[in-house]
């Protein structure tokens, strides 16, 4: 690291002081649950060891990385499938304003109907395939990325009009030169949120018909009482969504490296 570099950092204010709050908030959670175990003596039923949670690693058959692994895959598969789908159909609303007037109600509605709603289609449609559980998630979130890709694009700054207008020129014509860069310094919110949304579908989805995942590990160990498992599940689900969503923010800050 260079001097510059470290000067800035050094600089930066509260830059030192958040490293404690940081470690903190991470530990909060864990000393609530000993404290609600050892020292209010919750009952088993209720609120499980972390010997026994951690003990589930070597409790499941097959192992627990399997079951992690193919719920990763269906959810970085339907994510990423997702939001490009839905970033593509946002610019090509762009495009076309009288597609956009005609699809634009279609979309709103179905941009309110929770993907947990649609999982009974997909269930008559496809049954309990892969296809359907990915699509599922793709659904689930291409459409609120869609409809915020379009409202992006049309609140366009004024300084930007004026500029099209005066070299004749159409926003819709530059999508790699203007759209894209646009969409990426303001779509990341909307993307955070889609992220936690594809969570809960794909979990959703493996409750209801998957063989493996941490979903089906899940329903498994409710029909059997295993809470423990449930907590380890829990945990799994968490770091992994807690890692997802810091890969997305730090890819997304190199993509938009212009800020």
């Not at 609530?32 to 951690?54: I, M």
């Not at 709103?108 to 008559?124: D, E, H, V």
């Amino acid at each position: 690291m260079s001097s510059l570099c470290r000067a800035r950092i050094a600089n930066e204010p509260g830059a030192v002081s958040r490293v404690p709050v940081l470690v903190i908030g991470s530990l909060l959670l864990p000393a609530v649950w000993l404290t609600l175990k050892y020292f209010l003596s919750v009952s088993d039923r209720y609120l499980p060891a972390p010997g026994q949670v951690f003990g589930a690693f070597s409790e499941i058959e097959p192992n627990i990385m399997v079951h992690v692994a193919f719920t990763s895959f269906r959810l970085v598969f339907g994510f990423v499938a997702g939001v490009v789908a839905g970033v593509a159909i946002g610019i090509g609303l762009t495009k076309s304003k009288n597609v956009a007037a005609l699809v634009g109600p279609v979309l709103g509605s179905m941009r309110s109907i929770p993907p947990i709603a649609i999982i009974p289609f997909f269930l008559l449609w496809f049954g309990f395939s892969e296809v359907g559980r990915l699509l599922l998630v793709i659904t689930g979130i291409a459409f609120n990325i869609a409809v915020s890709t379009f409202q992006i694009l049309q609140d366009m700054p004024e300084k930007h009009r004026i500029m099209f207008k005066s070299f004749g020129l159409k926003e819709s014509d530059m999508v790699l030169d203007y759209s894209l860069p646009r969409i990426i310094e303001s779509l990341l919110p909307t993307v955070r949120f889609s992220l936690s949304t594809a969570m809960g579908v794909v979990i959703a989805s493996e409750l209801l018909g998957s063989q493996v995942g941490l979903g089906y590990l899940m329903q498994t160990a409710r029909n059997t009482f295993s809470m423990h498992v449930i907590f380890l599940a829990t945990i799994l689900l968490g770091v992994m969504n807690a890692a997802m969503d810091f890969a997305l923010v730090q890819c997304w800050k190199r993509a938009a490296y212009w800020r």
